[in-house]
């Protein structure tokens, strides 16, 4: 038996029925998104053909819902039309909540303003803050299939890690490949939005000391709400999801009166052959102070000395192939 808050609508669908069909379109069905984190995923696009052959085709609502009352029975199909077939999976049927409540809560940003993409495929032209997971979440892909296209080889070749990219570089951008999952009525079938939202993994340290096992709070874009919270683990790191296409977090570690406060601009890093990639590197470590801008003065060369220090390495100020790759080890990207 349905729950009370999906019986609104049997009404409306009595109404432009036959009298002699209302007592068999008395069914339904009802579709859930959600993102890896398991919160529902609002405003993506779904769906569903129904057993007369006719589709409702709209965007779910703020609980990542879509549910359709007073149809006949029998088979379904469930789409996502904005969404490549790679970029979600069936999750199978859920018991329906007893009851519902408007809007949603902790509100999270999982869904992006999708960009269309022609038949054959798009050329996009990568910006500052743009990585693989970004375009992945822009383009309705996950990260994946992007990084297999052999359209794509030249730049795996140019860089180690598709999540560090520079602007100018030119990522190819495949045609989305749909399909449809069976469903029926009389059931809520959930999915999931693969790869979205992303995981982000900092590490927290003072004097190059980790702040082990310290509670943390992160604010994504400047909203402290939903607050994002837990505590780092035995070597200072902490983890949390975050929308593929945010552009700051504020990450305070510690009690009052002792709080750390890191401000992380995300995606923004360069390839670490790059000046601006080790200061960006550096600067998320707290050794550097300066302005990201590739010059190589003082403050990187202080910055670039004390790291070498701190690791154990022939302290030159200067950033050789020993140093880069111990700052990408402990920089975890």
């Given at each position: 038996m349905a729950p009370r808050w999906l019986d609104r609508g049997s009404e409306e669908a009595a109404q432009v029925l036959p009298s002699a069909e209302r007592s068999a379109a008395d069914d339904w069905i009802a579709v859930q998104l959600v993102g890896e984190d398991a919160r529902p995923i609002p405003g993506e696009r779904c769906r569903i053909q129904l057993p007369d052959g006719s589709a409702r085709d709209e965007a779910l609502d703020g609980e990542g819902f879509i549910a359709i009352r007073g149809i006949r029975p029998g088979p379904c199909a469930v789409t996502f039309p904005e969404l490549d077939r790679d970029a979600w999976m069936s999750l199978g049927e859920a018991d329906l909540p007893s009851r519902r409540t408007n809007g949603r809560s902790p509100a999270q940003r999982w869904t992006s303003q999708r960009r269309p993409i022609p038949d054959g495929g798009t050329t996009h032209r990568v910006r500052q803050g743009e990585n693989i997971e970004s375009l992945a979440f822009l383009y309705g892909h996950v990260s994946v299939t992007l990084r297999a296209d052999a359209r794509n080889a030249p730049l795996r070749a140019k860089r180690h890690n598709l999540n560090v990219l520079s602007p100018g570089d030119e990522f190819f951008i495949p045609a989305l490949r749909r399909r449809s999952e069976a469903a029926?009525?009389?059931?809520?079938?959930?999915?999931?939005?693969?790869?979205?939202?992303?995981?982000l993994r900092f590490r927290a340290l003072v004097g190059g000391q980790p702040l082990a096992r310290e509670p943390f709070r992160v604010a994504i874009d400047g909203q402290a709400n939903?607050?994002?919270?837990?505590?780092?683990?035995?070597?200072?790191?902490?983890?949390?999801?975050?929308?593929?296409?945010?552009?700051?977090?504020?990450?305070?570690?510690?009690?009052?009166?002792?709080?750390?406060?890191?401000?992380?601009?995300?995606?923004?890093?360069?390839?670490?052959?790059?000046?601006?990639?080790?200061?960006?590197?550096?600067?998320?470590?707290?050794?550097?102070?300066?302005?990201?801008d590739g010059g190589e003065g003082p403050a990187t060369h202080a910055a670039v000395s004390q790291f070498q220090m701190r690791c154990g390495l022939p302290v030159t100020g200067e950033a050789d192939d020993a140093t880069r790759r111990r700052l990408l080890d402990l920089h975890q990207s």
């Open positions: 029926h009525t009389g059931a809520l079938h959930r999915f999931k939005r693969i790869g979205v939202p992303s995981l939903p607050a994002i919270e837990g505590a780092t683990d035995g070597n200072g790191f902490l983890e949390c999801f975050v929308p593929p296409d945010a552009v700051s977090a504020e990450v305070r570690v510690g009690l009052p009166p002792q709080v750390f406060r890191y401000t992380i601009t995300l995606r923004t890093l360069d390839p670490i052959t790059q000046t601006t990639g080790i200061q960006g590197r550096l600067k998320n470590l707290g050794l550097y102070e300066g302005a990201v």
